[in-house]
């Protein structure tokens, strides 16, 4: 029976081989959802996925696009604000 912590479906299950020609049963912890646009709900390009830790390995120019709402407005979205922003 496997520990309490593991019996739930938070975790991903993963069978390995191992060198002894054993399938062993690995727990991996499943992938966050993908970015999402704050405003459209429209998928983010260019934003990893990954749990903290993983993320925290990569450099900061890869963690989201460079420009201004990068990470948090996708393209469309960003280029609207900054049109209404000069209109004001």
Known sequence: M???RYRSRSY?????????G???LRYKKKKPSKHVCAECG???HGVPRGR????NKIAKTH???NRPFG???CSNCAR????????K
């Open 22 to 24: 054993e399938n062993v």
């Open 2 to 4: 496997p520990a309490n």
């Open 63 to 65: 963690k989201r696009p």
């Open 42 to 44: 429209e998928l983010l």
């Open 12 to 20: 991903k299950r993963v069978y390995k081989n191992t060198p002894g």
């Open 80 to 87: 609207k604000h900054f049109k209404n922003e000069a209109r």
């Open 52 to 55: 903290p830790y993983e993320i």
């Open 71 to 73: 990470g948090y407005l």
